[in-house]
């Protein structure tokens, strides 16, 4: 039942693709005209214009695949829904997630030119493998959250975010509210930088996969044609978890965007 569902939102999402001539440029760089809805991990106070809609997908290890479509379905709100397995990549049998993600946006304040926008919303979708001994996902979903994001013209646009969050995912007794923060600089007109730093305090306690560091991760993000963008991320740089071998963890982000 859980690979049907995996492969009925594989289909959808590779469908969804050329239905329309793309009027989007993408998320990333000073000429994007799509606002970022993620930091590396992170929600920001980003949404999708109303009648647009994406599709994206994330790669990571043991040939793990997580997809997500959302739409914009009002001025001030958007409703998203994603699914995830391992060893989508590989010659592994695919293990999919127990149950898919959810998510819902609502801004409840724009950005003015003092003031930073304000979103408030719920995502039930983690990033990563998914731990069934500890019912959590590698990366913890963000659970209910609150973002401010604000955006400033420094040689082209340099964006700052901060956010709290409560994630649901709370069997290995680490149930503290969380907090974020996050920078967008962009590089030209079609590449951005990011970095990230979740605090993981929801993370942290001794039989919880975080050492009490919180999670650095940087990223880049590259608008490669109309409605495409493509990214690669460098998670965890203080080897946070415990279980971390190295230093950062690679994976791949594709973002397509278009409208109704």
């Known amino acids: ?12 999402s590779i469908l969804c693709i050329p239905q329309s001539t793309s009027r989007a440029q993408g998320s990333a760089g000073s000429t994007s005209t799509i606002e ?11 949404l999708l214009p109303r009648g647009s809609f994406s599709v994206d997908m994330d790669f990571f290890q043991y040939g793990g695949v997580m997809m ?16 995830g397995a391992n060893h989508v990549v590989g ?5 999919p997630n127990p149950y898919p993600g959810i998510n819902i946006r609502l801004r409840i304040i724009d950005e003015t030119t003092i003031a930073p926008a304000v979103l408030i919303g719920f995502d039930s979708q983690g990033k990563e493998s998914y731990i ?5 996902y590698t990366i913890k979903s963000p659970g209910f959250f609150v973002v401010l994001s604000k955006n400033y013209h420094f040689m082209g646009d340099l964006s700052i975010h901060g956010g709290l969050n409560y994630s649901l995912e709370r069997k290995d007794g680490s149930n503290a509210l969380n907090m974020y923060t996050g920078l ?18 929801n993370d942290a306690r001794a039989d919880a996969m975080g050492r009490g560091r919180g999670y650095l991760s940087t990223g880049m993000r590259w608008s490669v044609g109309k409605g495409f ?18 230093i950062g963890n690679r994976t791949v982000y594709i973002e397509y965007v278009n409208f109704f």
């Open 184 to 201: 967008e600089k962009s590089i030209g007109s079609n590449l951005s930088l990011l970095l990230e730093y979740n605090l993981g305090l």
């Open 132 to 136: 069934d001994e500890l019912d959590r």
């Open 1 to 12: 039942m859980r690979l049907n569902i995996f492969l009925l939102l594989l289909v959808v």
């Open 68 to 83: 997500r479509i959302n739409a914009g379905i009002a001025h001030m709100l958007s409703f998203g829904i994603s699914y």
């Open 91 to 95: 010659m592994d049998k695919i293990d």
């Open 229 to 246: 963008t493509l990214g690669f991320d460098m998670k965890d740089l203080v080897k946070n978890q415990r279980d971390r071998l190295s």
């Open 36 to 46: 970022p809805r993620f930091l590396v991990d992170m929600p920001t106070a980003g």
